[in-house]
Each structure stands twice: as C-alpha cells, then as structure tokens.
C-alpha cells in the first residue's frame, strides 16, 4: 500500500504562488506516476497534472499550463506542485495520486492523500 499526505495549501491573492507537497510512505513512489488533481465544491474531480517515476515527462491540463510544475524528488519520496499566478478558479480541494501506469484519469488512481485546501481571493 502507498500513503500520500498533501500539504501547503492555504489562503492566497490572486496572483500569488503555493506550493504543494505530497509526501509518501509505506512504499517509495520512485516507480509510481504522481497525478495532481483538484475539486471545487459541487464540482467533478480534474486533472492538474502528472509526472512520470523518472521525473522527465509531465503533462498539464490547459486551465493550469504555464503557471503551474509539477516535480518530484524521489530521494525525498515527496512530489509537488508549484502553482503560480493564482487565480480564483484555482480555489479547489487539491489531491495528489500515484499508480503505476501513467494516465490522466482519476478514476485509475490507486492512491490519494487527504487534499488540500487552496482558496485564492480576487
């Protein structure tokens, strides 16, 4: 089993930066996909973003590409998500996930942490 624990979310201005981390245990995540993914409320779960184990290949999704990078240090079992030039759509429940296979699906995911609350004023 793998467990994720997100962290660094927070209250932010649009316009400012977080950064999110999703620290693992249980089982090193140097051979899992990280997915990051966020909820609105009363909203459907989306894709933020995903890395690959090796850390070279990463996707976003167009609403966060440009402001947001996911990275990962596997020394640290941690992986994250720097997202800058907020804005108030990014206010969202935060996830991140791991599984072995890359995909941009959430319903594929193995594992998640708990989220993260990240509320961006205007």
């Known amino acids: 089993q793998v467990q994720l624990v997100e962290s660094g979310g927070g209250l932010v201005q649009a316009g400012g930066s977080l950064r999110l981390s999703c620290a693992g245990s249980g089982r090193t995540l140097s051979r899992y996909v990280i997915g990051w993914f966020r909820q609105a409320p009363g909203k459907e779960r989306d894709f933020v973003a995903a890395i690959r184990g090796s850390g070279v290949d990463k996707d976003y999704a167009d609403s966060v590409n440009g402001r947001f990078t996911i990275s990962r240090d596997n020394a640290k079992n941690t992986a994250y998500l720097q997202m800058n030039n907020l804005k108030p759509e990014d206010t969202a429940v935060y996830y991140c996930?791991?599984?072995?296979?890359?995909?941009?699906?959430?319903?594929?995911?193995?594992?998640w942490g708990q989220g993260t609350q990240v509320t961006v004023s205007s």
């Open positions: 996930a791991a599984d072995i296979s890359y995909t941009f699906d959430a319903s594929r995911y193995d594992y």
